[in-house]
């Protein structure tokens, strides 16, 4: 396990398979794709940072790398991929075997360079705001307040733009300091930049351009005309205090009218025309359903409910496939503008994340979801985008990744936060994963923390057999990692698809292959070390929110699967399967099974599930807690009990995003069922040794022991 660690730590990288199958053969009956999942912008810790521009191959355009054969004597180097033969230019002419460049040190297998070549002036980045306002006054304090914190947080020089929305769209011109003025565009349709430029006056008084493409200072814009709508940060304070909720009344039977669509269509347009190519990020707080104009996902009527998962399943969702063609245009067009989409979204209900996930995944955006304004998770998340400190995110904008692979490798796709450049090339595979068909992507949002993942194709037809080695090299937590992006992946693109059949078929060929047992003998059955826990993560997958829809809104599975598809492996893991740490008098903190058996009545739980963490006091240490013993001076070692548990808690919140939600809960208590729906059901209602003083789980889900007695019988068929 230690030396996949220490491969991540070195190049940001996990690959399941670390010895890659030889033939396209060996490739598919390894059941788990060749795949790696990739964090460009990871922190690697004495990275050689180059101050000149990389050395490319002539022919293949790859990079001057360790696995290069260089000839000292004649100033030439054999490229790895494509094996052509290229000179060194007059800068490198004193290289000798005792004098190597950086790139050139077999340790250096990931390098930095400093772009020389800069085009142009460095444009600051740009936030535009679009803030919902058809909400009740309360919410609107919370964000209010919120946004007040994050202007001041802002960088210095960057800009910000403010747009709201509720029955109509309003653009607020800032730069018009002596009363309140905005542009108001109807709610039901969408806005075209040339529309833009005519309503906005971006011409008053000059002529406009008849010819050519008009767009920011470079292409025919004044920069007065543009910072009537983006101003410096410094100067923004006073549209925030002027927030007000949106004034159009609402019938009792009916829903606000919110044109959550066309405000973000005029948003990707404003800044498409002002900053076209430079980093910004479109920032939307929504707090409830879009029901008015392009992207709505509801009728105003509450009479109708909100589409669901069944809904979805049955094609009675008739607003749906709408909305989600109409963000994939908006996706497409911010992806050409090199603009994030972000979004926020704080209601009970639905607010449509499910239709937008098009347009937040391919701009590399960032999504959280919480019920109000003024819960934790959005205030804290929130705050964690701008803060700088050791966990801060490390905003970055407009990426390209580019992949190159020897001949007999070609590339699937990219499951993750991308968007494909369309670059079709050899090295492009007839199966499409994800962002295929190409061997370049636009990543227009990164951060620290953004992973990819990479599927990959053998090419070659026949060669020796190395799939005995394959297992050697297997790591079972990037495995498990590559397995949930690629069901969820299938579960939002295959129709008919059914989830827990394909996850078991897999696990029982890769079982088969890799197991030694006896046939027909599931007695004789074992896994080596290296294969050994990966049944446990797939059973953990199984009941996992990304494969089980059910009790979850379209919202928040798309909200779960978003998260798991920018998570790096260790992360991944959380979310399938959480870790239980448990806290007693007789023993330190010591992380347990995730197994209903580690309840006890005076025991301390601690559930981490990612998107969660559950503080859990057994029934005898609650009537302590409650009779107030912790505050006596003789039970020092109580308060410090029930205190170790809060203070893991806090450090595990501190350094994550989006920030969990902490549920403190008791034994048969009401929340206790956000820990009871992670454990495995070794005891339930009908089991026969359900008197071990712990709990009980009522539910008909079978065991892991049952679930690894029945992979054995399959397996050694």
Same mark, same amino acid.
């Given at each position: 396990?230690?030396?996949?660690?220490?491969?991540?730590?070195?190049?940001?990288?996990?690959?399941?398979?670390?010895?890659?199958?030889?033939?396209?053969?060996?490739?598919?009956?390894?059941?788990?794709?060749?795949?790696?999942?990739?964090?460009?912008?990871?922190?690697?810790?004495?990275?050689?940072?180059?101050?000149?521009?990389?050395?490319?191959?002539?022919?293949?355009?790859?990079?001057?790398?360790?696995?290069?054969?260089?000839?000292?004597?004649?100033?030439?180097?054999?490229?790895?991929?494509?094996?052509?033969?290229?000179?060194?230019?007059?800068?490198?002419?004193?290289?000798?075997?005792?004098?190597?460049?950086?790139?050139?040190?077999?340790?250096?297998?990931? &390098?930095?360079?400093?772009?020389?070549?800069?085009?142009?002036? &460095?444009?600051?980045?740009?936030?535009?705001?679009?803030?919902?306002?058809?909400?009740?006054?309360?919410?609107?304090?919370?964000?209010?307040?919120?946004?007040?914190?994050?202007?001041?947080?802002?960088?210095?020089?960057?800009?910000?733009?403010?747009?709201?929305?509720?029955?109509?769209?309003?653009?607020?011109?800032?730069?018009?300091?002596?009363?309140?003025?905005?542009?108001?565009?109807?709610?039901?349709?969408?806005?075209?930049?040339?529309?833009?430029?005519?309503?906005?006056?971006?011409?008053?008084?000059?002529?406009?351009?008849?010819?050519?493409?008009?767009?920011?200072?470079?292409?025919?814009?004044?920069?007065?005309?543009?910072?009537?709508?983006?101003?410096?940060?410094?100067?923004?304070?006073?549209?925030?205090?002027?927030?007000?909720?949106?004034?159009?009344? &609402?019938?009792?039977?009916?829903?606000?009218?919110?044109?959550?669509?066309?405000?973000?269509?005029?948003?990707?347009?404003?800044?498409?025309?002002?900053?076209?190519?430079?980093?910004?990020?479109?920032?939307?707080?929504?707090?409830?359903?879009?029901?008015?104009?392009?992207?709505?996902?509801?009728?105003?009527?509450?009479?109708?409910?909100?589409?669901?998962?069944?809904?979805?399943?049955?094609?009675?969702?008739?607003?749906?496939?709408?909305?989600?063609?109409?963000?994939?245009?908006?996706?497409?067009?911010?992806?050409?503008?090199?603009?994030?989409?972000? &979004?926020?979204?704080?209601?009970?209900?639905?607010?449509?994340?499910?239709?937008?996930?098009?347009?937040?995944?391919?701009?590399?955006?960032?999504?959280?979801?919480?019920?109000?304004?003024?819960?934790?998770?959005?205030?804290?998340?929130?705050?964690?985008?701008?803060?700088?400190?050791?966990?801060?995110?490390?905003?970055?904008?407009?990426?390209?990744?580019?992949?190159?692979?020897?001949?007999?490798?070609?590339?699937?796709?990219?499951?993750?936060?991308?968007?494909?450049?369309?670059?079709?090339?050899?090295?492009?595979?007839?199966?499409?994963?994800?962002?295929?068909?190409?061997?370049?992507?636009? #990543?227009?949002?990164?951060?620290?923390?953004?992973?990819?993942?990479?599927?990959?194709?053998?090419?070659?037809?026949?060669?020796?057999?190395?799939?005995?080695?394959?297992?050697?090299?297997?790591?079972?937590?990037?495995?498990?990692?590559?397995?949930?992006?690629?069901?969820?992946?299938?579960?939002?693109?295959?129709?008919?698809?059914?989830?827990?059949?394909?996850?078991?078929?897999?696990?029982?060929?890769?079982?088969?292959?890799?197991?030694?047992?006896?046939?027909?003998?599931?007695?004789?059955?074992?896994?080596?070390?290296?294969?050994?826990?990966?049944?446990?993560?797939?059973?953990?997958?199984?009941?996992?929110?990304?494969?089980?829809?059910?009790?979850?809104?379209?919202?928040?599975?798309?909200?779960?699967?978003?998260?798991?598809?920018?998570?790096?492996?260790?992360?991944?893991?959380?979310?399938?399967?959480?870790?239980?740490?448990?806290?007693?008098?007789?023993?330190?903190?010591?992380?347990?099974?995730?197994?209903?058996?580690?309840? +006890? +009545?005076?025991?301390?739980?601690?559930?981490?599930?990612?998107?969660?963490?559950?503080?859990?006091?057994?029934?005898?240490?609650?009537?302590?807690?409650?009779?107030?013993?912790?505050?006596?001076?003789?039970?020092?070692?109580?308060?410090?009990?029930?205190?170790?548990?809060?203070?893991?808690?806090?450090?595990?919140?501190?350094?994550?995003?989006?920030?969990?939600?902490?549920?403190?809960?008791?034994?048969?208590?009401?929340? +206790?069922?956000?820990?009871?729906?992670?454990?495995?059901?070794?005891?339930?209602?009908?089991?026969?040794?359900?008197?071990?003083?712990?709990?009980?789980?009522?539910?008909?889900?079978?065991?892991?022991?049952?679930?690894?007695?029945?992979? #054995?019988?399959?397996?050694?068929?």
């Amino acid at each position: 396990m230690s030396e996949f660690l220490d491969l991540e730590a070195q190049d940001g990288i996990r690959m399941p398979w670390n010895v890659i199958p030889g033939t396209r053969e060996d490739a598919l009956s390894c059941v788990v794709p060749i795949s790696a999942i990739y964090t460009p912008l990871k922190q690697v810790p004495d990275i050689p940072v180059l101050p000149y521009s990389p050395l490319r191959c002539r022919m293949c355009r790859s990079i001057l790398n360790p696995f290069s054969i260089v000839d000292y004597v004649a100033k030439i180097w054999v490229c790895p991929f494509c094996f052509q033969r290229n000179h060194f230019p007059q800068h490198y002419s004193s290289i000798s075997e005792s004098n190597l460049p950086a790139e050139l040190f077999p340790q250096y297998t990931t &390098v930095e360079y400093i772009s020389t070549a800069e085009t142009g002036p &460095v444009v600051p980045p740009v936030f535009m705001f679009v803030v919902d306002t058809c909400m009740i006054e309360e919410e609107i304090g919370y964000l209010k307040s919120a946004l007040a914190q994050v202007v001041e947080l802002l960088p210095d020089n960057s800009l910000v733009g403010f747009i709201t929305f509720g029955t109509y769209v309003q653009v607020h011109e800032l730069g018009f300091g002596l009363l309140p003025k905005s542009y108001v565009f109807k709610g039901t349709k969408e806005v075209t930049k040339d529309e833009m430029l005519d309503q906005m006056c971006f011409f008053a008084g000059k002529r406009k351009p008849t010819t050519g493409v008009i767009a920011g200072t470079r292409d025919g814009l004044s920069s007065e005309s543009i910072a009537r709508f983006l101003l410096p940060a410094s100067e923004c304070e006073f549209v925030i205090e002027e927030l007000q909720k949106d004034p159009w009344p &609402v019938p009792a039977d009916q829903r606000a009218s919110r044109c959550t669509g066309a405000a973000l269509s005029v948003a990707a347009s404003l800044l498409g025309v002002c900053v076209p190519g430079s980093g910004a990020r479109i920032m939307a707080f929504v707090g409830g359903p879009s029901t008015e104009g392009p992207g709505s996902i509801v009728s105003k009527s509450l009479l109708e409910p909100i589409r669901s998962h069944k809904d979805l399943d049955k094609d009675s969702a008739p607003l749906y496939d709408k909305a989600v063609k109409f963000y994939d245009q908006i996706a497409k067009q911010l992806v050409h503008q090199g603009h994030v989409l972000d &979004v926020f979204a704080c209601a009970v209900d639905q607010v449509g994340v499910a239709e937008m996930k098009v347009a937040i995944e391919k701009t590399g955006g960032i999504v959280v979801l919480a019920e109000s304004f003024g819960h934790s998770v959005f205030k804290d998340s929130l705050l964690r985008i701008f803060q700088s400190s050791d966990n801060d995110l490390g905003l970055s904008f407009n990426g390209i990744l580019e992949i190159n692979c020897s001949k007999d490798v070609k590339i699937q796709g990219i499951i993750g936060p991308c968007a494909s450049l369309e670059k079709k090339s050899p090295l492009s595979s007839d199966t499409v994963i994800g962002q295929g068909n190409t061997s370049a992507w636009k #990543m227009c949002g990164l951060d620290k923390k953004t992973s990819l993942c990479l599927v990959y194709d053998i090419a070659k037809k026949d060669g020796s057999n190395t799939i005995g080695q394959a297992a050697s090299g297997f790591d079972q937590e990037a495995a498990a990692a590559v397995m949930a992006r690629l069901v969820s992946f299938k579960m939002e693109t295959e129709a008919d698809f059914d989830p827990i059949r394909w996850l078991d078929r897999a696990l029982i060929r890769l079982c088969s292959k890799f197991g030694d047992y006896q046939k027909e003998n599931p007695s004789s059955f074992s896994l080596s070390p290296r294969i050994s826990i990966f049944p446990q993560f797939v059973f953990n997958l199984r009941r996992s929110q990304f494969v089980q829809v059910f009790n979850n809104s379209p919202d928040e599975t798309a909200y779960f699967r978003m998260v798991l598809d920018r998570e790096d492996v260790t992360n991944a893991v959380v979310m399938i399967q959480p870790s239980l740490i448990s806290y007693s008098f007789q023993s330190g903190p010591e992380p347990v099974l995730l197994d209903v058996t580690a309840i +006890a +009545a005076d025991k301390i739980l601690l559930l981490d599930s990612y998107f969660t963490v559950v503080i859990f006091h057994g029934i005898t240490i609650a009537q302590w807690r409650n009779a107030g013993y912790q505050d006596q001076q003789d039970h020092e070692v109580f308060a410090q009990l029930l205190k170790s548990p809060h203070e893991e808690a806090d450090t595990i919140i501190r350094e994550r995003f989006p920030v969990p939600r902490l549920v403190v809960c008791d034994q048969y208590g009401s929340q +206790a069922r956000f820990l009871l729906a992670k454990l495995n059901p070794s005891v339930t209602y009908n089991s026969d040794n359900s008197s071990h003083g712990g709990d009980v789980i009522f539910t008909d889900d079978v065991s892991f022991q049952v679930f690894m007695d029945h992979l #054995m019988r399959l397996a050694v068929q």
